[in-house]
């Protein structure tokens, strides 16, 4: 199984530990309005919600299941995503559109997820705008779709 980190962190400014250098970046969806516009949010959000997209559809998915999943409800609630997340519960399948709905849920931090295809794909969620992705074959066409994005892409074993 391949697997990567895919980040807005360039890894060009981390330590030889792998820490990220750079204290002011902003890390999660309460920095918007203090570190980060919602602009720039928004965009960066798009461009993690679109690289999930561009590895399902190279290995050639329409849908994957929910492996884990724990729900904040006032962060659920601000989203206004009760209603979505009443009728998502684990190893119910999800499509591409209901995949896109939980990355942004669990980007601002309204709940956090797994989501798996047998042994063929998997894509989780980290602290501090972390995300995971694993495949069954190496998706070239999807890492370039990412790093065209602004996004980088690290070879790494998630730790989850």
Not at 47 to 73: C, H, K, P, T
Not at 94 to 115: D, M
Not at 142 to 155: H, K, P, T, W, Y
Request: net charge negative; proline share 1%; charged share 30%.
């Amino acid at each position: 199984m391949y697997s990567w980190r895919v980040t807005k962190y360039d890894p060009l400014n981390r330590d030889v530990d792998g820490n990220y250098l750079n204290h002011e970046e902003w890390t999660e969806f309460s920095d918007v309005g203090t570190k980060v516009s919602i602009e720039e949010y928004l965009k960066t959000e798009q461009n993690y919600i679109n690289a999930i997209s561009s590895f399902m559809d190279e290995i050639g998915l329409d849908r994957v299941y929910v492996i884990a999943l724990e729900q904040w409800s006032d962060e659920v609630r601000n989203q206004h995503d009760k209603e979505f997340l009443s009728k998502i519960w684990i190893e119910k399948a999800v499509n591409i559109q209901e995949v896109r709905e939980l990355a942004k849920l669990t980007l601002r931090n309204a709940i956090w997820c797994k989501l798996g295809y047998k042994k063929q794909f998997f894509v989780h969620f980290g602290y501090d705008y972390y995300m995971y992705i694993g495949a069954d074959r190496e998706c070239m066409k999807a890492i370039d779709a990412v790093l065209q994005s602004g996004l980088f892409v690290e070879r790494f074993e998630s730790p989850y």
